[in-house]
């Protein structure tokens, strides 16, 4: 840190630094041991997760049975004129 009133010599011309970058073996750039002649081939990835047990399955689930809910409620208890509403089904 320069202290106050030191002289600073602004002449002189700074020269990049050059730094070797070290090349890597090619063996550690995977993640697996290179494999040898007639060794067994590396086994197949885990196949991908079910829809079923994703989060936004689940999630989209809770959302249309809290609005199917909702609109029940709502339904129910907004009442209306007598007479409308009632089905009558039969089966043969």
Partial sequence: MLKPGAEVNQGVALKPLKKEI?????????????????????????????????WWFWTAVGVVVAGAAGV?????????????????????
Avoid at 74 to 89: E, F, K, R
């Fill in 22 to 54: 070290e090349k890597p073996a090619l063996g550690a750039l995977t993640s697996q041991p290179p494999l040898e002649k007639g060794g067994p081939p590396p086994p197949p990835p885990p196949p991908p997760s079910p829809f079923y047990r994703q």
């Fill in 72 to 92: 029940s409620v709502y339904m129910l208890l907004s009442g209306g004129p007598a007479g409308q509403g009632n089905v009558a089904a039969t089966w043969k």
